[in-house]
């Protein structure tokens, strides 16, 4: 009896768009390097997504109430330096994606939506696999999962690679 082997795989088991979350921290850039290492495997398109929050409500020491005009620009001007911030750092990380592998399409966006679980999840339904670190800037080390990629295991639309 001979055993022939075909290959079976079809376009949909071919996958063609990886979403990777991050925020900068050192768990995150492992998931960006697996999720680069996977779509150069897999021929598929990388699409880097930083979701963040402008300004933290708990750094701010003053209500609207009380503050000035002045207050206010300066508010208004750190959140803009985060914003500029936040664009550079996807920028350079895109074009060293890009660099480092000729060929593979990278793209990365960066948004001060400050909800990155329900951006990741909004966006997995538009691909085959999201890729996210086991934890991330968040405050509570003691945790083996963070709160984000919690969110995103249980309800993305498309399967979820953690990386430890």
């Known amino acids: 009896m001979t055993v022939r082997r075909t290959?079976?795989?079809t376009d949909e088991d071919i996958m063609k768009r990886i979403i990777v979350g991050t925020d900068g921290s050192e768990h995150a850039q492992k998931a960006v390097d697996w999720a680069v290492e996977q779509a150069r495997l897999q021929g598929a398109a990388l699409e880097i997504v930083?979701?963040?929050s402008a300004i933290n409500i708990r750094d701010l020491s003053l209500s609207a109430d009380a503050a000035t005009p002045a207050q206010f620009d300066i508010i208004r001007d750190r959140i803009d330096a985060v914003r500029e911030e936040a664009d550079a750092a996807m920028k350079r990380l895109v074009d060293q994606i890009r660099a480092d592998?000729?060929?593979l399409e990278v793209s990365g966006v960066a948004s001060e939506d400050g909800r990155p679980a329900e951006a990741l999840v909004e966006r997995s339904r538009d691909a085959d696999l999201v890729v996210v670190g086991s934890r991330g800037r968040g405050g509570?080390?003691?945790l083996v999962l963070g709160s984000v990629?919690?969110?995103v295991a249980a309800?993305?639309?498309?399967?979820?690679?953690?990386?430890?």
């Open 7 to 9: 290959n079976t795989a």
């Open 50 to 52: 930083n979701v963040y």
């Open 101 to 103: 592998n000729a060929g």
């Open 140 to 142: 509570f080390t003691g």
């Open 149 to 151: 990629s919690q969110q």
């Open 155 to 164: 309800h993305a639309a498309c399967p979820v690679v953690i990386v430890h």
